[in-house]
């Protein structure tokens, strides 16, 4: 089974550019996040997509960022204009479906390699 | 308030050590707690979660719950230099919220 796959998997640019970045899910799987993760710090929600819908965008910096989930598969994350703050590696992860938990089981999220960006 | 707080670390032990991860979280609801596991420019993988409270063992990886006190443990028996990697607690209450990790050097 192939994993989550994301691009670039590094991107350097300037501030105020802007910056694209694409994941594709696990076959199947109807659930997708957006994770930041600054160095020494653990992955931190951005945005999750359930199908095509947006579930949680709460920590998502609507002012810069964008997502979208076309088709329910593929998604992009997008931040215009870049700020030097936003160095950080972009994560996505995919899961069967969101919440289905039990006692005995769990649905795991299953991480991609992660973008790894740095503003200048 | 963090929903999860983890020892920063960094640890450093020798092979065949006993490696103790730790964390504390704030919300006595919450009842997923999860062990990821992050090799250098790699994403998280899921090592080990539990349910409640009380503890899960698999192969060398023992995790522990203490709703009692809020606090959460990974033991690592048998330490191996294959496991030196930065370890990340989790709890999930309809999302991931992440300790910040403690990177974890096995020396042989």
């Known amino acids: 089974e192939a994993g989550v796959a994301q691009s670039p998997r590094y991107k350097i640019i300037e501030k105020r550019q802007s910056v694209a970045f694409w994941c594709n899910p696990i076959?199947?799987?109807?659930?997708l996040y957006w994770y930041q993760q600054i160095l020494g710090q653990g992955p931190k929600l951005l945005i999750q997509f359930q199908n095509n819908g947006v579930v949680d965008d709460s920590q998502l910096p609507k002012d810069r960022f964008s997502a979208e989930r076309l088709k329910g598969v593929d998604s992009t994350l997008k931040i215009q204009p870049a700020k030097l703050e936003d160095s950080a590696v972009y994560l996505c992860?995919?899961?069967?479906?969101?919440?289905?938990?039990?006692?005995?089981?769990?649905?795991?999220?299953?991480f991609g390699p992660g973008t790894r960006l740095t503003v200048l | 308030q963090k929903e999860v707080e983890q020892d920063p670390g960094p640890l450093s032990v020798p092979e065949g050590a006993i490696v103790s991860l730790n964390c504390t979280y704030s919300n006595s609801a919450f009842q997923y707690f999860m062990w990821y596991r992050q090799y250098s420019r790699k994403g998280p993988e899921l090592l080990m979660y539990?349910?409640?409270?009380g503890n899960k063992e698999d192969g060398r990886f023992t995790a522990q719950v203490d709703k009692s006190s809020k606090y959460i443990s990974l033991f690592i028996r048998d330490s191996q230099p294959s496991d030196s990697a930065t370890y990340l607690c989790a709890i999930d209450d309809y999302k991931l919220s992440f300790g910040a990790g403690t990177t974890v050097t096995v020396r042989a």
């Open positions: 076959s199947g799987h109807a659930t």
């Open positions: 539990t349910y409640s409270s």
């Open positions: 992860a995919s899961s069967q479906v969101a919440g289905g938990r039990g006692a005995k089981s769990y649905n795991e999220q299953f």
